[in-house]
């Protein structure tokens, strides 16, 4: 296969994500001008739209993708192979919490460089994602549908196309970068391009798909909860410090049980 065929290939999955977006959102639109034409339009039919219309919007995208991407993720399985799962229980867990709190530590990093007062527009898209949402339908969208779709799309398509054609190592970064330039927003960007860069090595790692799934899933239900409910918590610098300094311990803790199984592994070969 030459490079352009290559690329596009690898490029094609998260590409497909974006056109199925973009199609909700049509629909979405179609939909609203047929109910305000039908029932006329009010101030909590407004609020009520907007404040739904993110969430279903991506949920319909999410379905649509894992039904017509089905047969190609299949087909990967088929052409490259199942990875052999190299991580036993306990070793997935610790593979887990050191992304989670690896990504977390990030995440903190980047609210505290100011980042989000400069790109404000991450704010305001959150504000919408999050305030006064319905919790089964943000739980629904954010920590089951929306892990399910992108570890499919990114670590088990993308991810595995480029890892066939340049290896792994620039497989985990380039799989990144596109799973950042796909939230479409600097901040968010960023910090998706370091869980990214976490998810994929983690799939690496384990031989799994399960594995970076459930970290993903982990991030998200965090998200989600932080967004939710210790929003007042996050302004109060203490909070912040002691939930870095928490983050951190977790990231050490289980990064040196990482190197020590990794290095026992070595000794025994």
Known sequence: ????????????????????????????????????????????????????????????????????????????????????????LKDSLLLVLFAFAAAELAGTAIDLSGLSEVFHTYDDSARVMFQGQNVLLLILDTVILGPLTEEMIFRGMTFRRIRDHAGEKKAIILSALLFGVYHMNIVQGLFSFIVGCLLAWLYAESGTL???LAAHMLINFYAAVYNLKIDLLAENTGFVKAAAIVQLLIAAVTGILLLLRKKRVKNLV
């Open 1 to 88: 296969m030459d490079r352009k065929n290559a690329i596009w290939e690898a490029v094609f999955p998260p590409f497909f994500l974006m056109m199925m977006l973009v199609a909700s959102t049509m629909i979405f639109s179609i939909i609203g001008s047929a109910v305000v034409s039908l029932i006329g339009i009010s101030a909590g039919l407004i609020e009520t739209w907007n404040r739904v219309s993110n969430l279903l919007i991506t949920m319909i995208a999410y379905v649509l993708t894992l039904v017509f991407m089905r047969k190609s993720f299949e087909y990967d399985e088929f052409r490259f192979g199942k990875d052999r799962e190299k991580a036993d």
């Open 210 to 212: 399960l594995v970076p």
